[in-house]
């Protein structure tokens, strides 16, 4: 591999994939070479390895890379952005993928240990890039301690998933609360500009993204799903009707 450095977010893709491996295993991809262990019990041990090798224990967030790049240099920022130094901890999207994964390893595994990662790490490290002065709240691409940064729509539709499939493992209403809010941000971004769809960031709106739009009628079906509430049944159409109608590709049918 040319890139001795690697986000963690990139590892807790193995984490979903060794999931998947473990409840579908046709092709014995979890397998050991004695065959011994489970997608689970690799998953859980990648998952220890990541808080492991990635913790900044002063700020009990994790790092954007492992082993630290020189002077914490990011380089892979999107849309030309240059690079950016000193930054002690990671952004919020691939802290993010750390909910995702942790909430996964709880609603196959039902395991209490995974709740109780959640609400004694993942969670408080996340509530380090809440930013409930700019309204609607939600989630800043770096930790308030650091000033405003920008507030993707792309990445809070995501947390805002892993809520929801959060209070359908727990039955906890304060996790549909979250995802309530984290919705009511997502769809603060959408306008009739280009007759409909959600922005990509806030700070930023010169585009609407699939990266948006698709995972957001997701949202909204999940939210029908729980709620039986119309409007996000209406919401889920709409978003999806957009997204067929605006972003797909029709030259690779």
Known sequence: MK??????????????????????????????????????????????????????????????????????????LAEGTSERKFQEVSFLWPFSGMLSGVVTLYTHTNQAKYLSMLEDKILPGLDKYYDNVRLPAAYQSYPTFAGNSDRFYDDNVWLALDFCNLYV???????????????????????????????????????????SNAPGAVLSAKMYNITNDEKYLKDAINTYEWTKHHLLDTSDF
């Open 3 to 76: 890139n001795k450095y690697l986000t963690y977010s990139l590892l807790i893709v193995f984490v979903h994939l060794l999931l998947l491996s473990a409840f579908y295993p046709a092709g014995n991809i979890c397998q050991d070479k004695k065959g011994s262990e489970s997608g689970i019990e690799i998953a859980d041990e990648i998952l220890n390895n990541i808080l492991l090798l990635y913790d900044v224990p002063s700020q009990s967030l994790l790092s954007e890379t492992y082993p630290v790049n020189p002077n914490n240099k990011v380089t892979y």
């Open 169 to 211: 493992a727990t039955d906890n209403k304060k996790y549909l609360d979250k995802a309530t809010e984290i919705y009511d941000f997502v769809y603060s971004g959408w306008d009739d500009v280009l007759n409909g769809g959600i922005y990509w960031c806030e700070q930023n709106k010169s585009s609407k993204n699939t990266c």
